[in-house]
């Protein structure tokens, strides 16, 4: 399918491309030129009525012998061949003011462009359905050209030339096969500063998006869309609708992603276009997450990657709302030393959306106080954590803990046994304040003992006693 697409583009540059052109070029060139003549197809059938003249499934011999001055008016429907040569067309009716191309299902390209000297007024093209694109080119010159109706192809593009004639009132465009997801009419999205050109689409807001992403979609909504992402985009960054979605009420909503990968950045931009789901800001210089944490703009923010800065620290994360929410954290390549591993556990166990986090390529501080409880952190959530071969231990002298994996490290290298520096948790506080207490009563009762035997004096508690 995509080779057909490429070869119908291929042919149809070629074939639009105005003459003179071709005699620069070689033999294959000169062989299309030839196939796109008006005269390969003489077999048609031509009726005439005063100055009109109606044509079917081609010419008819006679009238291309010589220049038909009287005709004013040409229909030519069901033309047989994948392509028209207009240059042609205006030599032979130098004086039409109407020309109509009417379901030629297997015309496909335009060869030549009407000149200057064109008297068309009205242009119709319906019903070629292997019609994608007409080359601004071609009517380019049409000094006298009002009306453009090009309902009913398979249209998917139109380039703004098309709409600039000096004279030109009317342009027809529905019920087409219109790209609105590739840039191709971005222009169309960006007339909306400057209503000119776009005045002059008659129905434009019957227009309908027909492939990929905007499927179905009204082109005026989507327009509106593009307008809005390219006046918020974020200066440096490049903006990209990745999905859309409607909801109930059938408003288009838009899925952003905001591109700021290796821009120089040292602060994230302080604005998101609105329902932007994806941040992109890998190989910058970004040294903390604070701005994006504390920033509103952030809340809606689904995935974010920052591979390659300089962050050292992510404490901000610990409380934080989007934390909770998340979908995508990418964090490899920064000089995290250590997290707060608690936060992380409590924030992931309570995110519902959660899906990627890495962590790999950090220099990884490796000691008893960390290791222990960031290893069991990884292997807690090791499905979410998936570069967990990537986390290592950052590089040291000590052969036993340098860029070892921490996934799989046996604590006794972090941990060895003269060397305990285990924390104190609170249960062994308890367990050691129960046992000072217990050291101090069995003190006191030994105290007790002892005066007793020696004095026989009864302990104060058991004088007052009864
Ligand atoms: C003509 O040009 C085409 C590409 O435009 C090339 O593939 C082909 O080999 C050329 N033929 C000759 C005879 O030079
Ligand atoms: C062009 O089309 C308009 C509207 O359909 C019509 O009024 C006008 O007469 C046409 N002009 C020519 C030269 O056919
Ligand atoms: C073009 O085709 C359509 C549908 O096949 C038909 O209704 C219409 O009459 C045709 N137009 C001409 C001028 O033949
Ligand atoms: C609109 O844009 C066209 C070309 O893009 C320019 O020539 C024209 O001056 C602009 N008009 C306004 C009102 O900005
Ligand atoms: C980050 O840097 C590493 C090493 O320079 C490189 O291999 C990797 O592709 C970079 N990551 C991104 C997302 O560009």
Aim: hydrophobic letters at 40%.
């Amino acid at each position: 399918m995509k080779v057909i697409e490429r070869l119908l583009l291929l042919s149809f540059v070629t074939a639009v491309t105005p003459g003179p052109h071709y005699r620069r070029r070689n033999n294959s060139d000169y062989l299309v030129n030839k196939l796109c003549s008006v005269r390969e197809h003489i077999r048609g059938h031509c009726e005439p009525t005063h100055f009109k003249l109606t044509c079917r499934k081609g010419f008819a011999d006679e009238w291309l012998n010589g220049i038909k001055h009287e005709i004013s008016h040409l229909h030519v429907i069901e033309w047989p061949g994948k392509c028209l040569n207009v240059g042609q067309i205006q030599e032979h009716f130098p004086n039409l003011k109407s020309l109509e191309i009417i379901n030629s299902t297997v015309l496909h390209s335009f060869k030549e462009n009407f000149k200057a000297t064109s008297k068309i007024e009205n242009l119709t093209v319906h019903g070629l359905t292997s019609l994608w694109e007409i080359p601004p080119e071609i009517v380019e010159n049409m000094k006298e050209l009002r009306i453009i109706d090009l309902r009913g192809n398979m249209l998917r593009h139109i380039k703004a030339g098309l709409l600039r004639g000096p004279k030109l009132q009317r342009v027809y465009l529905s019920d087409n096969k219109w790209d609105c997801s590739d840039g191709g009419l971005d222009w169309l999205a960006m007339e909306r500063d400057n209503n000119t050109l776009r005045k002059r689409i008659i129905d434009y807001y019957d227009l309908m998006c027909h492939q990929q992403l905007y499927r179905g979609k009204p082109l005026h909504k989507v327009m509106d869309i593009i307008w809005k992402i390219r006046h918020t985009c974020p200066m440096p960054c490049a903006c990209t609708m990745t999905h859309v979605v409607s909801d109930a009420a059938g408003t288009v909503i838009p899925l952003i992603t905001v591109d700021c990968a290796g821009r120089e950045l040292n602060l994230p931009p302080a604005n998101l276009p609105p329902s932007t789901t994806t941040l992109r800001l890998e190989n910058n210089k970004i040294n903390t997450i604070r701005s994006i944490i504390q920033n509103r703009e952030y809340q809606k923010l689904a995935d974010l990657y920052l591979d390659n800065n300089s962050i050292s620290a992510v404490k901000e994360l610990e409380g934080s709302e989007w934390f909770t929410t998340f979908r995508v954290l990418s964090l490899r390549g920064n000089m995290l030393k250590q997290i707060p591993v608690y936060a992380f556990d409590k924030a992931f166990q309570a995110n519902n959306n959660i899906m990627h986090v890495f962590l790999g390529r950090n220099p990884w501080r490796c000691d008893c106080h960390f290791i222990p409880r960031f290893q069991s952190l990884l292997l807690k959530y090791k499905r979410v954590i998936r570069d967990l071969a990537d986390i290592r231990c950052s590089k040291s002298s000590d052969k036993t803990t340098s860029l070892m994996q921490i996934s799989t490290m046996p604590l006794g290298h972090v941990c060895s046994n003269n060397d305990i520096e285990m924390p104190i948790s609170p249960i062994n506080i308890v367990n050691l304040v129960l046992f000072g207490l217990i050291l101090l009563i069995m003190g006191r009762f030994f105290y007790d003992w002892h005066n007793f035997k020696t004095t026989g004096k009864l302990p104060w508690l058991s004088s007052i006693l009864p």
